[in-house]
């Protein structure tokens, strides 16, 4: 069962944050975040596992709720080139090797 | 910066067609991927491989496409008889381990028309 990203859209000014969440109805072992733009490759953002950490790097930032079964993505001040569509991969065992469940995307739009 | 590479970029086809797509991976990399994207929607996984054999495949993986690294650089996806609704994005990506705390690298498609 694929999760649910919420919002499905977001339109943001330059500098506003935005909050992206990733839930599944089942016990997660990892969520991966991607952001697409249009016409491109997905781009790794980040990874995170079982243990409920939070990661990091510039100004976009996630975390991992075990308990809830849901990640969000953090995205602070945001600039123009954070548009584009950011989607939640989910894995349910760390022997998965690699077959994640993808949720629909959410587009982020950035306005200057 | 490393990068997987794919060929063709875009691909028209007829149907019942036999279909290669090409990958090369970056170098240091175990684990191989295929992922499918249709116009407008989600990602889609389909295989994973792993020491010369497929560890992992979903439900849209059946008999009519199969994986291959004949070479040792070279990672390929067949489709055997393609049909309409195979037309997607296809999406190579490689890394150097199981997902778990490494990063995924995504090639830049080949995009599969069925006519």
């Known amino acids: 069962q694929q999760p649910v990203q919420s919002p499905q859209a977001v339109i943001l000014r330059e500098g506003e944050d935005a909050v992206i969440n990733c839930s599944s109805s089942?016990?997660?072992?990892?969520v991966h975040w991607y952001r697409q733009k249009h016409g491109e490759a997905p781009v790794f953002l980040m990874i995170l596992l079982k243990g409920g950490e939070q990661k990091g790097h510039d100004k976009i930032s996630a975390s991992f709720n075990e308990k809830k079964q849901q990640s969000s993505l953090y995205l602070t001040a945001s600039q123009l080139s954070y548009s584009g569509t950011y989607f939640c991969g989910t894995e349910i065992t760390s022997t998965n090797a690699g077959k994640s469940t993808f949720g629909d995307g959410t587009t982020l739009t950035v306005k200057p | 910066e490393p990068e997987v590479t794919q060929t063709p970029s875009h691909q028209v086809t007829q149907m019942g067609q036999e279909v290669i797509l090409r990958c090369v991976p970056i170098?240091?990399?175990?684990?191989f991927y295929w992922y499918r994207q249709i116009l407008g929607q989600k990602v889609e996984f389909l295989v994973s491989?792993?020491?010369?054999?497929?560890?992992?495949k979903s439900e849209i993986f059946d008999d009519q496409f199969s994986v291959e690294r004949p070479d040792g650089s070279n990672f390929t996806l067949k489709i055997r008889s393609t049909k309409l609704e195979d037309s997607a994005m296809y999406f190579c990506?490689?890394?150097?381990?199981?997902?778990?705390?490494?990063?995924?690298?995504f090639g830049e498609g080949s995009w599969l028309t069925v006519v």
């Open positions: 990506a490689s890394s150097e381990a199981t997902r778990s705390g490494n990063t995924i690298y």
């Open positions: 491989f792993y020491n010369n054999e497929i560890s992992e």
């Open positions: 089942k016990a997660l072992y990892s």
């Open positions: 170098s240091n990399h175990l684990y």
